[in-house]
């Protein structure tokens, strides 16, 4: 028979050797760090939050309103620390808006169109997105002819505010538009405007107009 004691301590040591092996990773990255180079995150998340803009600024400019729905552009920061933005809005409100439905998009690197998706699960796989807006979006890309797939942010994939939401009791779901096996302007100094996309940019949006149609018809409520 096996010895407990003996698998106990090759545990540790296992642990031991994987907690040392990021500590050295640190010490190695912030040999390369510069705290005076300045990144613009035009994608991570410009992107995200210039999709949410635009689409309140067409509704406006174009003399749109729904019957049923009203609309909010809702930018939380803070993401990149532990959804905090996020988490510190679902603290601040929670309770409110129970007596009408509501959801959160949480729109997070919008770059190439056939890499648009919609999440069903976040925050490295832990967390499971609301699978009816998750669906709604989806078949909105489909009705408006954008590719759109069906998918989960995977394990040291990171997370998208919709996690935040959804852990504060919101019903929510990320919409991301990049390879989760990660690009190389995907939290680097390349991560710059000459980096982004305007037709997955055109294609979220085109896709979210459309799902703000068909919520305010009665889908998925």
Not at 10 to 16: R, V, Y
Not at 41 to 53: K, M, P, R, V
Not at 124 to 132: A, E, I, L, R
Request: aromatic share 12%; net charge negative; hydrophobic share 40%.
């Amino acid at each position: 028979a096996t010895n407990p004691a003996f698998i106990s301590s090759l545990t540790a040591d296992i642990f031991s050797y994987i907690m040392l092996g990021f500590i050295v990773l640190f010490l190695a990255a912030s040999l390369f760090y510069d705290k005076n180079r300045i990144v613009e995150g035009a994608n991570d998340n410009l992107t995200g939050c210039f999709a949410s803009i635009a689409i309140l600024k067409f509704l406006q400019d174009n003399e749109i309103t729904f019957e049923n729905t009203e609309v909010i552009a809702l930018c939380t920061g803070s993401e990149e620390t532990g959804l905090r933005g996020s988490k510190a809005w679902t603290e601040a409100h929670k309770g409110e808006f129970k007596d009408v439905p509501t959801f959160f998009y949480a729109f997070d690197t919008i770059n190439e169109s056939k890499y648009l998706m919609a999440n069903y699960r976040d925050l490295n796989g832990t967390v499971k997105s609301d699978k009816d807006i998750a669906d709604l979006f989806y078949e909105a890309a489909q009705e408006v002819g954008v590719p759109c797939k069906k998918g989960w942010i995977p394990p040291l994939g990171g997370a998208v505010d919709a996690a935040g939401f959804t852990q504060g009791g919101f019903r929510a779901a990320g919409v991301t538009g990049l390879n989760h096996k990660l690009e190389r302007y995907y939290h680097t100094r390349l991560d710059s405007y000459d980096n982004m996309n305007e037709d997955g940019i055109a294609n979220c949006f085109a896709a979210t107009v459309k799902t703000l149609e068909m919520f305010d018809n009665g889908a998925k409520q």
